[in-house]
């Protein structure tokens, strides 16, 4: 019964969509200006994107890698000390810290920032700056900025929609506040030993 159902409902969505192709013009899909919707959707994407992966710091547990949920979103936490590398390999290699938050590589040591509402995270930020950063590439969104470095994969990042960003910030803006000032980019040469 429950196959009937799924491949009836499936039919009626090629018919819909045959349908909608098929008329002289149809308007672009756009996400309601419902914030309740966009928040939802913004949570959506930053699920489906991965942006856990590096921004929220973890612990190791029984089916490895964590999420700390206090510290979701957190980015690098300030008060941990880097471990230490091989800085020749660190000339030709990206190395990362065990839970993500922190890579080295040829261009210095980048840490993953604070993306949670907090005023240390994007909590004064503008929606503005929110999509020039990943748009574009510049650190908090100001023209003056250093670019962002790897591993962030703004230029990904940057064929989302105006609307996926906005939706994503606004989802961020909901966040927990996590205080916490993470480190400055380290240039090469400048290692901490």
Not at 98 to 117: E, H, K, M, R, Y
Not at 129 to 154: H, N, T, V, Y
Request: hydrophobic share 40%.
């Amino acid at each position: 019964m429950r196959k009937v159902f799924f491949g009836i409902m499936a039919v009626t969505g090629v018919m819909v969509a045959f349908f909608n192709e098929s008329c002289h013009e149809t308007a672009p899909v756009t996400i309601a200006d419902d914030s309740a919707k966009m928040i939802k959707r913004g949570e959506y994407l930053v699920l489906a994107i991965g942006c856990d992966d590096c921004h929220s710091p973890k612990k190791m547990g029984s089916h490895g890698p964590e999420i700390v949920p206090e510290l979701r979103f957190s980015g690098y936490p300030a008060s941990r000390p880097l471990a230490v590398w091989d800085t020749n390999t660190a000339k030709s290699w990206a190395l990362m810290s065990q839970d993500l938050t922190a890579c080295v590589g040829p261009w210095g040591v980048s840490f993953a920032g604070n993306i949670t509402s907090d005023a240390t995270g994007i909590g004064n930020w503008t929606e503005q700056q929110f999509i020039k950063c990943l748009r574009e590439g510049k650190w908090k969104g100001l023209d003056s900025a250093r670019p962002l470095l790897p591993p962030m994969p703004w230029q990904n990042l940057a064929k989302l929609t105006d609307e996926d960003l906005g939706s994503i910030y606004r989802y961020l803006r909901t966040t927990r506040p996590v205080q916490n000032t993470v480190p400055a980019w380290m240039p090469p040469g400048t290692f901490m030993k």
